[in-house]
């Protein structure tokens, strides 16, 4: 190991920290000075200006390699230091074979920490999560030089690199790195070329993560089996290297946060249904048989758009021969085809209970390790789903806790024990998130329900409604306003329940919004989820109802159970939607002398745009009211943190 | 007159029963209504002017009050009023004019006809219209440049040399069913005016969104597609009648790429879109709009967006009226059927239950008011307008006596 590169494979907190101590030595970023031991008391990094602005306190705690695996390939890394320049590598690219390889016995031990997991969730600003002594001397030892980089403020950062890296690597991998030499010279490509590899390693990488072939080797969260498997995971983590490297250099700039967690966090991009090549993978895995939709509108060829109506029959017809696919999902990914389940919280709970289904009836095959196993199940099983039906935002995050529950599940259990508590975990978070979640928002909303509102709602909420019966059962005096569209018209099956318990309602269309308005006194609606810029993203016709009666000056209340809020970020409709069956608007049920659009499949020029949601500006919206409380839409990031954390926790 | 009296009531059936529906096809009835009535009409020898304006105030007055939410009804007769105002004008201008301009031949005429107390008449009645002549030179100056309905001071005055004073109860009607003649041809033509104009307002790949059909918007967008202009259009069905429908048949048949979107997807589309260009039921006194319902909708989307909203109408939609309540006094609510199938909900609509208030109550209203800081601009016949500018537009074409038709009607309020 030559000095440069030990810098770097100071993973450990405590070198830092140590580093406090020799402030002096920092500076020669631009140089590469020689090692000299006096920095191997470490923490000139929090001294020394660092590129991010980042304090050694904020590093995080090397992580798992089984917590980083799964995503490790696309994830952004740490992000490199000016530092590197001294390495020949040309700045911001990034070399993974440079990072200092930990040793094996590293690794073990890192493994083998108990506290791991909890430091992982941590975000790395804690001080507390900074890893045992015990870990850091480790490191320490294996660091011929530990000192000599320690100045710049890319060593502070390239532990979690390392770690997140290498976790996994055996000595193999530490060889590899000598060869360091080579490796630069590589990392010389072009923009374009590393951004054309990007791109295809996105691709390929997708294509694992959707029939799960690969994942299962990447998503091992099995400690014990670490060590054996060292060779291969060795062999996995190289080959990730290879293809993280171009990835990685985007974000650097953006995520400044070396911790883990942070960039965990990033949502990685979307499937973009106009790139063609990564579209023609996709469909040769797919189960489902997919005809692309005739006259698809342009500006949405960014998004799935199929034949409906083709598709069921043909996977019924399948219906024997789905090896793979348990009945009780494939069950409910015909009935989200069919349309029979609709709405967030029912969709996210006939799939949380397939799971359970799926769950009891599993077992482990022989040479396999359950958590990874199972987590492979699952991709199949969601990937399935999404050819059914593109997942919604809530179903997003309740399968992210299903798989962090399984990640997490201590080794020593059996596979009955295991089963037992995922399927009990499985019930907590219906109980806890959606059902005891909506009854605390009928808590809080119910008090902003005073004799004589009009209250205005569009579509058909679940949480809405529970709140509007939950009112009247109080013997509130109100009157509800059933705003509708089409082609759903969910506001006709909503105003037959209300109707049903002796709810007086109007019911009108969305174009006599306006017309209504004046009457109104409140409104509320529901989201199929809230985005961390306060948008609310929710059926469409949504966000024109907010904007009337923001006109109107007539408060907007959101409800919307706090499991469903998401990090990600929307200004428009446009970029991120759900595209139903055209066929659906030219067709009215009931007026069939309007019958002007019946042959569209045939003219060119004709397109028919069926959206399924829309996005509300969070201007429109007074108040989101969550089972955390009422909050206003700035607060909704705020949510998404803690609750987050509270989550990867539990 | 039985027989004109029989085609008034059959119009005004019509119009209660809605069976005239359109402000195109209304005015033109309206206008042809009125020509046939003032053709009928007998004249006595003085004062015909005010005797035409009785008759057709009084067919006016039933006809608004048939449909009153037609707001081009009153329209029409208001602008039929003015016609008979300025051509009694300018008969009598014309008059005058040769009075003090040719005080030799005129003498020589009244003389010979020694009916001397008629020219001074016409000279006190030109003096007690003085005033009110000159607002309407003021009003008339643009529009009369515009090269509409009024016929030039210059050719009247030549004619009028010659007439005597049982050719001038002839000439006034017919001067004035010519005048309305040309009305008629104004606003048959409206479309093609407007059309002209499209090339300077689409450009080239641009993207136009519009809700429910309207010929106007038709005619417009077609007029810029004939000119070579390659755009997108997204049509809003324009729920419940779901007009967009046959409007997007319609613009596909003539080539145009369109895309039909739910009325519910216009704020997620408008984010994409260069324009709002729509067609309205009628446009008020201070340049807000009566549309069909939704479009206040559409205006506030394109106004969060900043997106020019733009409306095309032509000049007889242009309503000397301003709005009061206009949500409510100019709307019309159609059947629930249209929103609820017959018998879904019939049993809590009924108001023997609960004491006589149904459990249900579906609101189907048919317009919509866009007010005047919602509209970008406002395309008439004659040009683009700012909302601002509606109000001088109307002094050209109304005369103010006719805004109220009937005083004590207190239901349309100026």
Redesign the interface.
């Known amino acids: 190991m030559d000095a440069r590169r030990v810098p770097r494979t100071v993973s450990d907190p405590k070198v830092r920290q140590v580093g406090f101590f020799t402030p002096g030595a920092p500076p020669d970023r631009s140089h590469s000075g020689p090692p000299h031991p006096a920095s191997s008391s470490p923490p000139v990094a929090d001294i020394s200006p660092s590129g991010n602005s980042l304090s050694p306190v904020m590093i995080p705690p090397p992580r798992h390699l089984s917590a980083e695996l799964p995503r490790g390939s696309h994830l952004p890394h740490a992000p490199l230091s000016p530092m590197r320049a001294r390495d020949s590598i040309p700045v911001g690219s990034y070399n993974p074979s440079e990072f200092a390889s930990p040793t094996a016995s590293e690794f073990t031990e890192d493994a083998l920490s108990p506290n791991w997991p909890v430091r992982r969730s941590n975000s790395g600003k804690f001080a507390s999560s900074l890893p045992a002594g015990g870990f850091d001397m480790s490191s320490v030892k294996q660091n011929n030089f530990p000192a000599s980089s320690l100045t710049t403020v890319s060593i502070v950062k390239m532990p979690p690199g390392i770690t997140e890296k290498d976790g996994g690597a055996g000595v193999e991998v530490q060889k590899e790195r000598n060869k360091v030499g080579s490796k630069p010279l590589k990392e010389k490509t072009t923009k374009a070329q590393r951004r054309a590899l990007q791109e295809a390693q996105r691709a390929a990488k997708a294509a694992a993560k959707a029939d799960g072939s690969e994942t299962p080797a990447a998503s091992s969260g099995v400690i014990t089996s670490a060590n054996a498997n060292q060779l291969k995971a060795s062999k996995a983590s190289l080959q990730r290297k290879d293809s993280s490297p171009v990835a990685a250099p985007e974000k650097r700039s953006s995520d400044r946060a070396p911790d883990k967690d942070r960039k965990k966090d990033v949502p990685h991009p979307r499937m973009q249904f106009d790139d063609e090549t990564r579209v023609e993978k996709a469909k040769k895995r797919s189960v489902v048989k997919q005809t692309e939709a005739k006259n698809r ?3 949405f060829r960014h998004l799935p758009q199929y034949e409906h109506g083709t598709r069921l029959a043909d996977l019924e017809s399948k219906l024997f021969q789905l090896d793979p696919v348990h009945p009780a999902v494939y069950k409910v990914g015909l009935r989200y085809l069919a349309g029979d389940i609709s709405g967030g919280n029912a969709r996210c709970i006939a799939m949380l209970q397939a799971f359970q289904e799926s769950i009891k009836d599993y077992s482990t095959p022989p040479e396999r390790a359950l958590i990874r196993d199972l987590t492979t199940k699952i991709n199949s099983y969601v990937s399935f789903m999404i050819e059914c039906r593109p997942l919604s935002i809530s179903m997003g995050n309740a399968i992210r806790f299903l798989k962090t529950r399984i990640a997490k599940l201590p080794l020593s259990l059996s596979e009955s024990e295991a089963k037992a508590i995922l399927l009990s975990d499985i019930d907590r978070f219906i109980n806890e998130k959606i059902i005891l979640a909506d009854k605390v928002i009928v808590k809080h909303a119910v008090t902003k329900i005073t004799d004589g509102d009009v209250l205005l709602t569009y579509g058909s909420s679940s949480a809405v409604e529970l709140l509007l019966l939950h009112a009247h059962e109080l013997g509130k005096k109100f009157r509800v306003v059933v705003v ?4 759903k018209l969910e506001g ?1 099956l909503l ?2 329940r209300l ?1 049903g318990k ?15 308005m ?1 009457e109104v006194t409140r409104v509320f609606l529901g989201a199929s989820s809230v985005l961390s810029n306060g948008t609310v993203y929710s ?3 949504t ?2 109802v907010a ?2 009666a923001h ?1 109107f000056r007539i408060p907007v209340l959101v409800c919307c159970e706090a499991y469903k809020f998401y990090e990600r970020v929307q200004l ?3 970029c991120s ?1 759900e595209l139903g069956d055209p066929d659906a ?2 067709k ?1 049920p ?2 069939n002398e ?1 019958n ?2 019946d042959d ?1 499949p045939n ?1 060119e ?7 399924i949601y ?2 509300t ?1 969070s201007d429109y919206v007074s108040m989101i009211i969550t089972d955390y409380g009422m909050i206003p839409p700035t607060s909704v990031p705020v949510i998404v943190r803690e609750y987050r954390r509270e989550h990867l926790w539990t | 007159m039985p027989d004109i009296q029989g085609v008034v009531n059959e119009f005004i059936d019509k119009l209660k029963k809605r069976k005239v529906e359109g402000s195109l096809e209304t005015a033109q009835l309206t206008a042809e209504l009125l020509r046939s009535v003032i053709s009928a009409q007998k004249l006595p020898p003085t004062n015909q002017a005010a005797a035409l304006i009785e008759a057709v105030r009084d067919v006016g007055e039933k006809l608004i009050a048939a449909n009153p939410v037609e707001l081009s009804v009153g329209n029409i007769v208001r602008r039929v009023l003015h016609i008979i105002r300025e051509e009694d004008v300018s008969l009598l201008t014309s008059d005058t004019g040769n009075l003090t301009l040719l005080p030799g031949g005129d003498e020589k005429e009244t003389v010979g006809q020694g009916d001397q107390c008629d020219p001074f008449a016409a000279a006190i009645g030109a003096e007690s219209l003085r005033p009110q002549l000159l607002h309407m030179l003021l009003g008339n100056m643009p529009n009369s440049a515009a090269a509409c309905h009024t016929y030039s001071f210059g050719e009247n005055a030549e004619e009028k040399s010659k007439s005597d004073i049982f050719g001038r109860s002839r000439k006034l009607k017919h001067d004035v069913i010519e005048a309305i003649n040309v009305l008629i041809e104004d606003i048959d033509t409206s479309h093609e005016l407007i059309g002209e104009q499209a090339v300077e307002h689409i450009h080239q790949s641009e993207v136009i969104l519009t809700l429910g059909q309207s010929r106007t918007v038709l005619e417009f967008l077609r007029a810029a597609k004939d000119n070579k202009r390659s755009f997108r259009v997204f049509v809003a069905e324009g729920a419940p009648r779901y007009q967009g429908h046959a409007l997007a048949q319609e613009l596909v048949g003539r080539g145009l790429k369109t895309t039909v979107i739910t009325d519910s997807a216009v704020f997620a589309m408008i984010s994409r879109t260069n324009m709002v260009i729509v067609g309205v039921h009628a446009v008020m006194a201070n340049g807000g709009v009566i549309a069909p319902v939704g479009m206040n909708m559409v205006a506030l989307a394109a106004q969060k967006h900043a997106v020019p909203f733009v409306v095309v109408a032509g000049i007889h939609k242009l309503c000397p009226l301003y709005p009061d309540n206009p949500e409510v006094s100019s709307n019309n609510l159609r059947s629930p059927s249209e929103l609820l199938e017959f018998g879904e909900f019939s049993a809590c609509m009924d108001f023997g239950c609960l004491g006589g208030a149904p459990l249900v109550h579906v609101m189907n209203p048919v317009f919509d008011y866009v007010p005047p800081e919602l509209v970008s601009l406002i395309i008439t016949d004659i040009g683009g307008h700012k909302p601002s500018y509606v109000y001088r537009l109307i002094n050209d074409y109304y005369s103010s006596e006719d805004f109220v038709l009937n005083p004590k009607d207190a239901s349309l309020k100026v």
């Open positions: 509108v342009e500006l509708d569209s089409r082609p006709k105003l037959r109707v002796g709810i007086s309602c109007t019911y009108t269309h969305i174009n006599a919004v306006s017309y209504i004046h059926r469409v016709g966000a024109s904007m009337v006109q428009d409709s446009i939607n608007i030219a009215i009931g007026r309007i002007c659009l569209w003219s020029n004709l397109q028919l745009l069926n959206l829309d996005a500006p």
